[in-house]
């Protein structure tokens, strides 16, 4: 009963000084909304790049090997590799070049991403599925025939809506037979694992006049076999190694590189939610400076009721009721503006629908909530020690 009544009072309050009050809402749900936006453009980021790096394959270990002056070792690790039967699906260099000139087919020329030398299992390690003709074959690594797979955005730019298979491409002057084409992985963006070319990585002698490889995928079977099989990657690579100097070897996988990733993105949620928290503590400065001033108009109002033998803990209440109303108006408000500013802000960068997680609406609008309470006890424990008699003596 006390409490309904402490609410109308309070409804009552800011339905008297509106403009106040609408002042008052609004530091608090720009501090709300600045903490929803924050975080979540920074969710909203970081979803992108694990997905991205899901599309390229997870279960993958990363290998990079070099030995100054020494020999290239990728026959000694393929074969490995593939002993390793329980853990590994496959393997593949993933060397690189960019072609000179770009790529022509006919009169057209086009610059792809990268030209990558591939295995005959590059569309395992790298989670590509064909979508037209096939991928590189066994036969195709050993007899280095000049055969090539474009991903998307490559025939896209390249051949628009023509079958490129059979077709023929140049690469630095050397023809190469198109035998397939990946589906699409991302975006078909001039950055995206879509905008590759991927020919036999014995070519590379063709192409780089060099057959020194050093950066390998290997594709594990699940999560726990990653982890036996980087263990034993890095065994044989320190056999390999052993008492020979100028020798450089790493081992990584991409679900290490995913956790390290989520463990960042959570230390920068906290960093923005902290930064974008100073702004509710200035609405919670203003709601005590709005409830001060509050007290002050009505002192006489707290004397005639304390004279009429009201409790401390109503006039406590009635206040703390104020304060919580005012900061949970700005809170809801805060909540609807930063949805919609962190759908429109991805809409328009990132093209997708994203909604604000629901743990993070709800501590922005349970954190304003508290700063009224928490802003709103002052100025409450302040009406309630009024005395009646200095009380009704105020004008």
């Given at each position: 009963?006390?409490?309904?009544?402490?609410?109308?009072?309070?409804?009552?309050?800011?339905?008297i000084?509106?403009?106040?009050?609408?002042?008052?809402?609004?530091?608090?749900?720009?501090?709300?909304?600045?903490?929803?936006?924050l975080?979540?453009?920074?969710?909203?980021?970081?979803?992108?790049?694990?997905?991205?790096?899901?599309?390229t394959?997870v279960?993958?270990?990363?290998?990079?090997?070099?030995?100054?002056?020494?020999?290239?070792?990728?026959?000694?690790?393929y074969?490995?590799?593939l002993?390793?039967?329980?853990l590994?699906e496959?393997?593949?260099?993933?060397?690189?070049?960019?072609?000179?000139?770009?790529?022509?087919?006919?009169?057209?020329?086009?610059?792809p991403?990268?030209i990558?030398?591939?295995?005959?299992?590059?569309?395992?390690?790298?989670s590509?599925?064909?979508?037209l003709?096939?991928?590189?074959?066994y036969?195709?690594?050993?007899?280095?025939?000049?055969?090539?797979?474009i991903?998307?955005?490559?025939?896209?730019?390249?051949?628009?809506?023509?079958?490129?298979?059979?077709?023929?491409?140049?690469?630095?002057?050397?023809?190469?037979?198109?035998?397939g084409?990946?589906?699409?992985k991302v975006?078909?963006?001039?950055?995206?694992?879509?905008?590759i070319?991927?020919?036999p990585?014995?070519?590379?002698?063709?192409?780089?006049n060099?057959?020194?490889?050093?950066?390998?995928?290997?594709?594990?079977?699940?999560?726990?076999?990653?982890v036996?099989?980087?263990?034993?990657?890095?065994?044989?690579?320190?056999?390999?190694?052993?008492?020979?100097?100028?020798?450089?070897?790493?081992?990584s996988?991409m679900?290490?590189?995913?956790?390290?990733?989520?463990?960042v993105?959570?230390?920068?949620?906290l960093?923005?939610?902290?930064?974008?928290?100073?702004?509710?503590?200035?609405?919670?400065?203003?709601?005590?400076?709005?409830?001060l001033?509050?007290?002050?108009?009505?002192?006489?109002?707290?004397?005639?009721?304390?004279?009429?033998?009201?409790?401390r803990?109503?006039?406590?209440?009635?206040?703390?009721?104020?304060?919580?109303?005012?900061?949970?108006?700005?809170?809801?408000?805060g909540?609807i503006?930063?949805?919609?500013?962190?759908m429109s802000?991805?809409?328009?960068?990132?093209?997708?629908?994203?909604y604000?997680?629901?743990?993070?609406?709800?501590?922005?609008?349970?954190?304003?909530?508290v700063i009224?309470?928490?802003?709103?006890?002052?100025?409450?424990?302040?009406?309630?020690?009024?005395?009646?008699?200095?009380?009704?003596?105020?004008e």
């Amino acid at each position: 009963m006390v409490l309904l009544q402490s609410i109308r009072m309070a409804v009552r309050s800011i339905m008297i000084k509106k403009s106040r009050a609408v002042l008052t809402i609004l530091s608090i749900f720009i501090g709300v909304a600045a903490v929803i936006v924050l975080v979540s453009l920074q969710q909203a980021n970081t979803d992108q790049w694990i997905e991205y790096m899901r599309n390229t394959g997870v279960n993958r270990i990363q290998v990079y090997a070099s030995m100054w002056g020494g020999k290239d070792f990728t026959k000694e690790l393929y074969d490995y590799c593939l002993s390793l039967t329980d853990l590994v699906e496959g393997v593949t260099p993933q060397q690189s070049m960019w072609p000179d000139n770009g790529i022509r087919y006919g009169a057209k020329t086009y610059q792809p991403q990268q030209i990558v030398f591939g295995s005959d299992q590059y569309g395992i390690c790298s989670s590509s599925v064909i979508a037209l003709g096939r991928d590189i074959a066994y036969m195709d690594v050993e007899k280095s025939n000049r055969v090539c797979v474009i991903g998307s955005a490559v025939k896209e730019n390249l051949f628009n809506f023509k079958n490129p298979v059979g077709e023929k491409i140049t690469v630095n002057n050397h023809p190469m037979t198109v035998i397939g084409v990946y589906e699409q992985k991302v975006d078909n963006s001039e950055w995206s694992d879509d905008n590759i070319v991927v020919v036999p990585y014995t070519l590379n002698r063709l192409l780089l006049n060099n057959t020194m490889i050093e950066s390998f995928i290997v594709k594990a079977k699940d999560a726990a076999s990653t982890v036996l099989a980087v263990e034993k990657l890095k065994g044989f690579l320190l056999t390999m190694y052993k008492n020979r100097s100028y020798a450089w070897y790493d081992v990584s996988s991409m679900n290490q590189f995913i956790e390290q990733t989520n463990e960042v993105e959570r230390q920068n949620v906290l960093i923005r939610a902290a930064m974008a928290g100073l702004s509710l503590l200035v609405g919670g400065i203003g709601i005590m400076n709005i409830m001060l001033t509050t007290v002050t108009e009505r002192t006489r109002e707290i004397g005639i009721r304390k004279a009429l033998g009201a409790e401390r803990r109503s006039i406590i209440a009635q206040f703390l009721v104020e304060a919580c109303i005012v900061s949970g108006l700005g809170g809801i408000v805060g909540v609807i503006v930063g949805i919609l500013v962190t759908m429109s802000y991805i809409k328009i960068i990132q093209d997708k629908v994203f909604y604000p997680q629901y743990e993070v609406m709800a501590m922005a609008f349970g954190i304003s909530v508290v700063i009224g309470i928490l802003f709103g006890l002052y100025p409450a424990f302040k009406a309630s020690k009024l005395q009646p008699v200095d009380a009704l003596r105020t004008e």
